[in-house]
């Protein structure tokens, strides 16, 4: 078995190699998918390190290992979701705290903070999280938790994370940031401050639309044992399979994110030349009003994009109903492109609330398919779009 300290190494290799040694039994170069859900102890409370599968797995082990190593972190814990995950963290506060939270954080945040954790005691209250005085006016003496994530969802706002881990920890609050959109090969979190990172591993980690998990990494080992225990008290883990499948995902996770972050580059700008459209929000365009912040703690600027049409909602839903290479879908971060509208969709649990989207807002998921073909069907598209709607620009 190898005794490599895979942690000393660069992070393409850390990412195929990390927590992921040959199987000892069998040699297998691959990490095993270990189908079980209960594991034969040598005597009574004596075992190998596992006893039954809802508390660990060496599959899920072995995703654990590789999150954290990915991450810098001294710990990593995988769930059945990013929701999950989420809930999981939620578990710190008591009735009486306060979270403080994006007003531009993903549907499924702002529904599980505002539609259940509320319903138990816990105060929030959305926040401009890219304008520090604002954050610094959020806070209160209860604040517990500042959630964060850059780039956002779904207007791509870059959060500087050290300068709100500066105002969170000076209140006694802990930092989490939602490090989906990036993924750890083009930001890593707890190196500028934060407390937990946490991903929905559906996303760039996995890469390949076939698997639905999510993923928890910090370096405090007192709330990695509560974290830990909660998570095991109340169910949320990933099926080993699902485990392997992450694994595998990130085997390719820096190739995949240069190949997204160079088509998502050159989508918008095409995409900013174009009459039809209105505004784009990619954080690697010059224009960007966080791009100088995003170059300073992202390595690249990841797959998405969004953008607002002129002519409503009508040339938006116009849009994401012409593309063909893009796929009419909700999530992101395959390696296939999708298109969606946020405002009827991944964020229809906002509308009407201070988190809401524009109605002409379109989001892409830029695959890593060729770029000449991603152009040719954003061009046919808009095309469509203005012959339908005789849009005037």
Request: hydrophobic share 40%; aromatic share 8%.
């Given at each position: 078995m190898s005794t490599h300290d895979w942690n000393t190494s660069h992070f393409e290799t850390r990412a195929i190699h990390a927590g992921q040694d040959p199987d000892p039994s069998t040699g297998a170069i691959i990490t095993p998918i270990f189908q079980t859900s209960t594991f034969v102890q040598e005597a009574v409370g004596e075992h190998k390190g596992y006893d039954y599968a809802r508390s660990d797995n060496p599959t899920r082990t072995a995703l654990q290992t590789a999150l954290?190593?990915?991450?810098?972190?001294?710990?990593?814990?995988?769930?059945?979701?990013?929701?999950?995950?989420?809930?999981?963290?939620?578990?710190?506060?008591?009735?009486?705290?306060?979270?403080?939270?994006?007003?531009?954080a993903y549907g499924g945040t702002y529904r599980l903070v505002a539609k259940v954790i509320a319903n138990y005691g816990i105060e929030f209250d959305l926040v401009e999280m890219s304008d520090l005085v604002s954050v610094r006016a959020g806070i209160k003496p209860n604040t517990k938790l500042v959630w964060v994530e850059t780039p956002t969802n779904p207007?791509?706002?870059?959060?500087?994370?050290a300068g709100v881990a500066e105002i969170a920890h000076d209140a006694g609050a802990k930092l989490v940031v939602d490090n989906t959109f990036a993924s750890p090969y083009l930001q890593q979190p707890l190196a500028h401050g934060a407390d937990f990172v946490l991903h929905s591993a559906t996303k760039y980690l996995g890469g390949h639309s076939d698997v639905i998990g999510g993923a928890l990494i910090g370096n405090d080992e007192e709330t990695y044992a509560t974290l830990k225990f909660m998570q095991n008290a109340?169910?949320?883990?990933?099926?080993?399979?699902?485990?392997?499948?992450?694994l595998r995902g990130l085997k390719t996770l820096g190739v995949r994110m240069d190949r997204h972050s160079a088509n998502a580059r050159a989508v918008a700008e095409y995409l900013e030349r174009q009459d039809l459209v209105d505004q784009v929000f990619y954080p690697g365009l010059t224009s960007h009003p966080g791009h100088d912040v995003a170059a300073r703690q992202m390595s690249d600027f990841s797959g998405m994009v969004s953008f607002t049409t002129?002519?409503?909602?009508?040339?938006?839903?116009?849009?994401?109903?012409?593309?063909?290479?893009?796929?009419?879908?909700?999530?992101l971060g395959g390696v296939e492109s999708l298109v969606e509208h946020p405002g009827q969709m991944t964020h229809l649990s906002v509308a009407g609330t201070g988190a809401a989207v524009a109605d002409n807002l379109v989001r892409l998921s830029v695959g890593i398919e060729h770029i000449d073909d991603l152009l040719g069907d954003i061009e046919a598209a808009l095309a469509a779009v203005s012959q339908k709607l005789s849009v005037r620009v």
């Amino acid at each position: 078995m190898s005794t490599h300290d895979w942690n000393t190494s660069h992070f393409e290799t850390r990412a195929i190699h990390a927590g992921q040694d040959p199987d000892p039994s069998t040699g297998a170069i691959i990490t095993p998918i270990f189908q079980t859900s209960t594991f034969v102890q040598e005597a009574v409370g004596e075992h190998k390190g596992y006893d039954y599968a809802r508390s660990d797995n060496p599959t899920r082990t072995a995703l654990q290992t590789a999150l954290a190593s990915l991450e810098g972190g001294a710990w990593g814990l995988s769930h059945a979701s990013g929701l999950a995950a989420a809930q999981n963290l939620f578990y710190l506060v008591r009735p009486g705290d306060h979270v403080l939270l994006s007003n531009d954080a993903y549907g499924g945040t702002y529904r599980l903070v505002a539609k259940v954790i509320a319903n138990y005691g816990i105060e929030f209250d959305l926040v401009e999280m890219s304008d520090l005085v604002s954050v610094r006016a959020g806070i209160k003496p209860n604040t517990k938790l500042v959630w964060v994530e850059t780039p956002t969802n779904p207007y791509l706002k870059i959060v500087d994370i050290a300068g709100v881990a500066e105002i969170a920890h000076d209140a006694g609050a802990k930092l989490v940031v939602d490090n989906t959109f990036a993924s750890p090969y083009l930001q890593q979190p707890l190196a500028h401050g934060a407390d937990f990172v946490l991903h929905s591993a559906t996303k760039y980690l996995g890469g390949h639309s076939d698997v639905i998990g999510g993923a928890l990494i910090g370096n405090d080992e007192e709330t990695y044992a509560t974290l830990k225990f909660m998570q095991n008290a109340a169910g949320a883990v990933p099926a080993p399979f699902d485990s392997w499948l992450i694994l595998r995902g990130l085997k390719t996770l820096g190739v995949r994110m240069d190949r997204h972050s160079a088509n998502a580059r050159a989508v918008a700008e095409y995409l900013e030349r174009q009459d039809l459209v209105d505004q784009v929000f990619y954080p690697g365009l010059t224009s960007h009003p966080g791009h100088d912040v995003a170059a300073r703690q992202m390595s690249d600027f990841s797959g998405m994009v969004s953008f607002t049409t002129r002519g409503g909602f009508e040339s938006a839903k116009a849009f994401v109903e012409s593309t063909t290479v893009f796929q009419l879908a909700e999530s992101l971060g395959g390696v296939e492109s999708l298109v969606e509208h946020p405002g009827q969709m991944t964020h229809l649990s906002v509308a009407g609330t201070g988190a809401a989207v524009a109605d002409n807002l379109v989001r892409l998921s830029v695959g890593i398919e060729h770029i000449d073909d991603l152009l040719g069907d954003i061009e046919a598209a808009l095309a469509a779009v203005s012959q339908k709607l005789s849009v005037r620009v």
